[in-house]
């Protein structure tokens, strides 16, 4: 994948409720297109305007609102909507609601317009890998890893087949990513695209728990301490979460240099 380019949202449009300055700023700086709309009597067209006038199509937007029927024009557009509280004028029947504009993050407006598409979302990208949220078309290479690692003693758990795997991999992405904001991810090389691991948090857990599991393949180069790295980094700045643990065995010596490393507090698996 190329550097800096995992966002799927093209552009965000603002109904006229706040100046949205720092998101918009924030937007810019990732390539993102941000334009307010002006609604005059002829609505659709007014949002159709602004779309175009940004150089994208409808399927690539996503609307800021506070207007009920606002809403429902952009829906039946294709243009993915999440609503907002403030300066409310009516509440919109959408999924998600924002207090304002400014407190969320180029980062999360791309999960959500994915998660609203259907895609899976990719949360960060490093020197040498993107982290992505899961599917059931990962779970052939996720068994792979799994059987590779337990061959050589580093992985006890049973494996489930890979239809079973599947399977769990399609109700987590369902449920677990829309529900908490967060999960585990799929590691993958920025280059070829290819899995080498999985690596995030556990779901509901205090403090909350870093995990990660990389290919034999891989091991050596760095890589886990350059993805566990971003991750306290991706904890901190779009989780506000400071407070990170890692349930390490005591005799994996290389993951607790990773977790000690990163600033990770160590608790005995």
């Known amino acids: 994948m190329k550097q800096g380019s995992f966002y799927r949202m093209r552009a965000v449009l603002f109904e006229t409720i706040a100046d949205c300055g720092q998101l918009k700023e924030s937007l810019l700086k990732e390539g993102i297109s941000a334009a307010k709309v002006f609604f005059g009597l002829a609505e659709k067209e ?3 305007e602004a779309v175009y006038s940004l150089g994208v199509c409808p399927e690539e937007c996503l609307f800021i609102t506070n207007n009920s029927r606002h809403a429902e024009i952009a829906k ?7 609503g907002c509280i403030e300066g409310l004028y009516e509440l919109p029947q959408v999924n998600t609601l924002l207090e304002s504009p400014d407190e969320v993050s180029p980062v999360y407006l791309n999960m959500l317009y994915c998660h609203e598409k259907g895609y899976p979302a990719v949360i960060l990208q490093t020197k040498r890998c993107f982290l992505k949220e899961l599917t059931a078309a990962d779970a052939p290479a996720l068994y792979a890893i799994r059987e590779r690692l337990q061959s050589l003693g580093c992985f006890d758990e049973p494996l489930a087949a890979p ?7 399609s109700s987590y992405a369902q449920t677990v ?3 908490f904001g967060y999960g585990f991810y799929g590691v993958y ?5 290819k899995l080498i691991g999985k690596a995030g948090f556990k779901e509901g857990s205090s403090p909350l728990e870093v995990g ?5 393949n891989v091991w050596g180069r760095g890589i886990a301490t350059e ?11 779009e989780l506000g979460i400071t407070e990170l643990a890692a349930r390490i065995h005591h005799d994996n010596i290389a993951s607790r240099r990773v977790a000690e490393k990163c600033g990770i507090k160590i608790e005995e698996k």
């Not at 039946?76 to 999440?82: F, G």
């Not at 990660?212 to 034999?216: A, E, F, G, N, Q």
Request: hydrophobic share 45%; aromatic share 10%.
């Open 46 to 48: 007014a949002l159709l």
């Open 76 to 82: 039946h557009l294709s243009i993915v909507c999440i």
């Open 163 to 169: 239809e079973e795997e599947a399977e769990k991999l």
């Open 177 to 179: 990513y829309s529900f």
């Open 189 to 193: 090389e920025n280059e070829s695209g």
């Open 212 to 216: 990660y599991l990389l290919d034999s």
């Open 227 to 237: 993805v566990v790295s971003a991750l306290v980094h991706y904890a901190k700045e």
